[in-house]
Nanobody, 115 residues
């Protein structure tokens, strides 16, 4: 079992920045990819960014150039730095870890961008 605890997020004005953190604990050996997804009201959950254990990153087109995912293996933590935020970035952000083809999810953190 892998447990994910998220922190960060909050309320910011358009153009501002937020940072999310996700700490993994439990059976963390051989976690493959970690990443961030988001779900806006009335919409499906969508991929934001992923980071593989090999250091490969992937971003949704809508956040490229504005968001940065990073991973600290020593702390078993993945981060999402979100800059130049837009109102359409408002969503609940979820951390995800994949191990042995099984997905684990965090509880979600609200990120709200006011116009």
């Amino acid at each position: 079992q892998v447990q994910l605890v998220e922190s960060g997020g909050g309320l910011v004005q358009a153009g501002g920045s937020l940072r999310l953190s996700c700490a993994a604990s439990g059976s963390i050996f051989s976690i493959n990819a970690m990443g961030w997804y988001r779900q806006a009201p009335g919409k499906q959950r969508e991929l934001v960014a992923t980071h593989t254990s090999g250091g490969i990153t992937n971003y949704a087109d809508s956040v490229k150039g504005r968001f940065t995912i990073s991973r600290d293996n020593a702390k078993n933590t993945v981060y999402l730095q979100m800059n130049s935020l837009k109102p359409e970035d408002t969503a609940v952000y979820y951390c995800k870890a994949v191990k042995a083809n099984r997905a684990y999810w965090g509880q979600g953190r609200q990120g709200t961008v006011s116009s």
